[in-house]
């Protein structure tokens, strides 16, 4: 039976319109009452039915627009950040890429400061190009380099300044649709400039824990959030590569055939990096193709590096670097592989999974 | 600092319009996306500001329309149940008491059935009076008595039939707007009659389940959700009365002078009784007045029995037996009891806590 | 291959003595070292072969016993308790009913107290008949009754005191064996008598906490053992009754055909009631045979009610009421109820399942 | 009040001899049971005293005697192994370096085999000097390198093999003493070579497993123990050495001044890498002194490089190289650093942990 079908029940739902009956409507109106029996279509689905829709933007028309905000809009307090989120078409305009996900390019021109701030809401960035950021998070100054994956966990002061004559931009993903729905936010300013503009290599939080199963006996309490600020894309790109390798050799490595994966995880608990945000990094070989699946919450995938298509809701869209698209809860989608492809993907399966609501379906198993 | 103080600065990002950035703004609109500076202070603000507001709804005249319902609206198949939910105020017309949280009244006039279907939502019922219903649960049939506390956990089939020539009503609690709004929603036909008929007096489950202490051998996995599917009043009542008798005693057992309270759990774990919905009994003696408190999360509370106040952000609210007061995130609230005060609590605790976004703040404290 | 196969090649491994050999050996034994190859046959078993045999005693041989220590031996701070432990006849005289578990018939003579004091070991009290003592845990008199399960964790003040003219006797079970063998025993003295000699029916702890899924607001810090200082025999008796009655009704609740069991648990966690103890109570029907089993850990069974008989490592022993039977690691057991046969157990299971060493092998499945 | 003075009491418990008395001791050694109030003073102690005693194994006395027995003795079937246990001299001669703790140096001369075989017990290696043995896990080569720390947890069938012409030795920790005191001890061969002979300079589990914050998305599943075969020593040193330039910056990241440290773990987790051991690797700067600390349960250290002395129980010894000094539990130790002092450790703080005994004193705080 489908959606469709119960929409139709649902009409057999629908009353004749009597006077007393027009009146019982009124006065639930006026007691600011609503009944189930009128709206049971809208509010049990057979199936999660999202007001987000499936969409592609493209990086070759994201970037020149940010670049244009770049001459046109000052960075500084109040606006705080010069990112421009993506806006589901689905969402009536709001700056939600879905409704738990907030995903933007922010654009930082030479030598300016994005100001320092802190907020309950959680933040990553992922950078799928340039250099020359360093993101300055509880006074712990951060590089930002392509390919790197970086924290800001809640409540966590942080700012970004741009050591260089070029300008630098990246996505930044944060869970701010889900925390603005469930009104969980706090926000504080912290000081105007970084408050710390040396530029190292790597930050301090790396080199504390940043290690292969090892862990600082100084930090033995466990974390809400990965104290590791930054995710280095020379261990990303080593790890898919060894997984299929290791495929090539004949051992259990890769997610399925030719699709290599890693999770990036809080070393604290081995479990996703923040409570609200789940970040993954794929490589498939080229030619390769996923089957189709439905699973419960919604995701943002960005192209790396390569060539290939997404399958979503049957739609394939042709994708290329930097390109992202917007995959909604239970919407099927699959990936096809034209040349090697490296994919960046965030979604909110902790939030998901921690309230008991996960399902995955794999078309055709 | 203020929010107002926020909004305040966040003018000052609005730039002195030229064409060119009407042009970009345009560009934008154009290419689905929304820039930051422009809505900075929606997005993030100095504390969590709901669009839901604190409100009211009077049992007395809550069951009355109720009543009239079930005179001119059938139960059955497509409307599903005779529900009828709090709409807050705040909420645009919405059939949601909160943001996460659905409330709604259900009726069931003499000898009628509810069909049994399922959901992933989570479900549960509190009695506030009357008695006669059986909700079956997984073919479980679980009578309804005043002060019991029922669980329908996501995914069991459940239907309601009233046994007796008596009208019963009981107020509804679900995860709804959280759910519709991360979109997990799975919806699915039962038998339009209840699986099972009998009316005994306690449920399999709880003649498996509820005991102090105890696990039966054959349920040593933990669930998910709690497997007791009622809480009954006598065990309740007894566990308020003794934490006050203990307390006249001089021992330590309750929340705070004079204010006595249980939290329904999972036995399986000792935490909450479903992953989304936290529900507790409160019980005040006359003449204790709680202190004033911010917390992060919104909840739902009904007078069982009783007189006293609510003082939701500085408003009084005078309340009697079967009111229901909501009080939205962050917004303080405190209890004046004028007679002995008994309360019936839910909230989204459980989704606050999982996500990391827990704070409570007591006012002089 | 069985392990008298291992023992076999071992020997193997013995080499034909040389001086060169037997200068090693003794220099080995100088500088305080010993070679893994002369004795790999007892650190290296193919299957777990406890130096503990399996042992039954008789209620009826020990409660004699420990009424004639009750004219002979006074109860007072030194000697501690009047406890009397089964020594199982394969660990040289030790007291130790296991390795990991002591069990002892504890006698207290009319109107004698046992005075308080504390130590970490965790410590359970099991009645299998009589009435009449309070244990004071913590300042908290706790009534003890036939088929009460009582606790002491480790580090609570506790003493004992009889407030009758008859004397009464009981199960003392404790992790000491374990305790002892790992290093992390502590131990002080509390008062001489008990600092708490009212007599009620029920301990506060109870009325704080012995409720079917509620918990005290004012306790929602998780426990490492259970706040429950009392398992009253009325609810395990009606939770094993309810159990067959459902099975006779078609439904899934024995652990087994015939076979009622319950766990007592920490109602914080929903698991075992001390970090190193487990206790469970199992009714089987008249003519009601279990397979064989072979678990990893050693239990300690007690009849409290019904004839039957327990058959383990082949040999068959008929058991009355209050007789207990030690069944070592992996020795296969099954039992035979002649009559309703009740059955306390206790194990260490916490310790082997928190360790990563369980397993459980049933003879012809 | 210390021991002795329980000692003194437990004196006291013991009564004046009277031929009723003996009889009723005599009869309960013929019904093997043990009173308490005799033995209170062995059962009960004011705080740990284990019969383990601190004891210092030199590196250049047990080098050579394991080389010698390299010449006597061949490795094969049957001796499994050719390792050479500390006995602890407090253990009356068993090949135990704590009541929990098994330690040995093994010794494998060049192109020799151990052949394969599986235990329920963990086992971990760690190399102080030398190169050139495979150890092979499930099939996985695994190199062994001077610094590097190698895991073998319970059921994996390990074997080892010397590639080169030199002899290789190591030390090897397992929770043997433990095992075999609580009974859980499985036994399996494998096959009288390796399985694989390939000598890879990093094995299959690092090139799947070993990055900071990566997890295959293959391998979300939990594991008891690490899937990561071996901690290489470049890791190790980079990161303590890093806590000690954090710390010259003004930055937290050590232990205590002076004393950089880091733990093993399991990245599925973050706790130890297996259930029963733990391992971490410390260095002291040159002058430094820590204080005096108590811990429940047992420890075994090595000097890895430099020199320094351990302070156990108020005796000083010095420590090079190579050595390996055991704490019991609750025996007080410190360390003092003559100059850079490397040192790793292994205990069974996870059993410790687990089953609710931890307790640490610093003497002094």
Do not use: C
């Not at 244009?68 to 705080?80: F, K, N, Q």
């Amino acid at each position: 039976m489908t959606s469709e079908d119960l929409a139709e029940d649902l009409q057999n739902a629908d009353l004749e319109s009597t006077p007393e009956l027009e009146q019982l409507y009124a006065d639930f109106a006026a007691a600011h009452l609503a009944p189930l029996w009128t709206q049971a279509s809208e509010v049990l689905t057979f199936h999660p039915r999202s007001d987000a829709v499936p969409f592609v933007w493209r990086w070759n028309e994201l970037y020149p627009l940010a670049a244009r905000s770049g001459d046109l809009v000052p960075v500084g307090r109040g606006g705080e950040r010069r990112a421009i989120a993506l806006a589901n078409p689905g969402l009536g305009g709001a700056p939600y890429a879905t409704p738990t996900i907030w995903a933007a390019i922010q654009y930082l021109g030479p030598r300016e400061t994005a100001p320092e701030h802190r907020h309950a809401q959680n933040a990553f960035r992922f950078v799928v190009e340039g250099e020359g950021v360093w993101t300055v998070v509880n006074g712990d100054p951060v590089a930002m380099r392509r390919g790197d994956f970086l924290l800001t966990p809640g409540w966590n002061f942080h700012g970004h300044h741009n050591d260089t004559d070029a300008p630098m931009a990246w996505i930044d993903g944060l869970d701010v649709p889900l925390s603005d729905h469930i009104d969980i936010g706090f926000f504080e300013y912290g000081t105007e400039r970084v408050t710390d503009e040396a530029s190292p290599d790597i930050s301090r939080s790396e080199r504390l824990w940043a290690y292969p199963g090892l862990r600082p006996l100084s930090g033995l309490d466990d974390r809400v959030s990965s104290p590791i600020a930054a995710y280095r894309w020379e261990y990303t790109d080593r790890a898919v590569a060894e997984q299929l390798l290791l495929e090539d050799e004949g051992h259990p490595a890769t997610v399925e055939q030719g699709h290599a994966a890693i999770r990036y995880v809080n070393p604290t608990t081995g479990g996703d990096v923040m409570p609200t945000l789940r970040a993954e990094f794929h490589r498939l070989r080229a030619g390769t193709s996923t089957p189709s699946r439905h699973e419960v919450g919604s995701s943002v995938w960005q192209v790396f590096e390569g060539r290939g298509a997404f399958v979503v809701d049957g739609v394939r869209h042709e994708m290329d670097k930097g390109d992202l698209v917007v995959v909604p809860s239970w919407i099927p989608w699959s990936i096809e592989a034209e040349t090697e492809f490296d994919l960046f993907r965030f979604n909110d399966g902790p939030v998901i999974e921690r309230l008991g609501f996960a399902r995955t379906h794999v078309v055709g198993r």
